[in-house]
């Protein structure tokens, strides 16, 4: 099973207790970091943080929506009561504009202006309400989990993607080190027709010829490079064994780049820079794929 998560997913819960029923949706998309955000009913702002803490324990990166939508079973179906308070401020409001000539309000008009009529619930249990909460609680982890193992599943599909274009890398740089080899001579060899088309009947040709071409070799040799891209090479498929790898992947992109142009810069072949070139293509798809790793 592969280490790597994604950080696209989503996960529910649903959940019931003492007369509530409720429902937890958890989404993520990508992001550079763990950015959390909750929405959640009246009445249980509590639950706000003991969802970012259940989430910055599961996750480390991407995009968290949390959603927690509840309902009362029976809602509505309590007593009903008159606010008489402001029943009153509409009557004299009433008589004030039928002495201005409006039209008499009539019983069914008043009541159904804004406060008029209130339901009035039963009081809730404090300990009642507190198991809910639990309960509630207990849904959100669950919605995580889901949401967690939706994007293990995401990685799964991820790691072979990412592994073949570490071994499309790995293939390139052992390419351009066998250029590499072949590149010293072809710099003698360039740079021997040179000297003896510019100066055919010059004296002691061999010996600048060797001193020359020794010193533009070594302005071109990439041995350095290739090494450290195989150094790489290693530490991406030793994070691709771990998690999160995210952001090491991220910054081992950068330096994966940077070796692979100041490779075309020292090549002196059009073969090592076709090399050069691929190799670039392919460290940036792979740089796109890893964007998408937790």
Partial sequence: MAAISGM?????????????????????????????????????????????TAAQSRLHRGQVTLGLQARRDGAGEGAIKINTDILGRYTVLARDLMAQGMAAATADGILALRGVIEASEEAEDADARAEVEAAMALSIEAALDALKASRQHEGAQLFPVVSGFVDQIEALVIKAGDEAEAQVQTIRDRFNRRIRELAPEAEGLEERIFLEAAALATKADVREELDRLTAHIASARGLLASAPAGRKLDFLMQEFMREANTLCSKSATTELTAIGLELKAVIEQLREQVQNVE
């Fill in 8 to 52: 696209t997913g989503f996960g529910r819960a649903d959940g019931a207790l003492h007369g509530w029923s409720w429902t937890v949706e958890a989404r993520s998309v990508n992001g550079r970091s763990l950015e959390v955000r909750y929405r959640g009913p009246q009445g249980f702002e509590t639950l706000e943080r003991a969802a970012k």
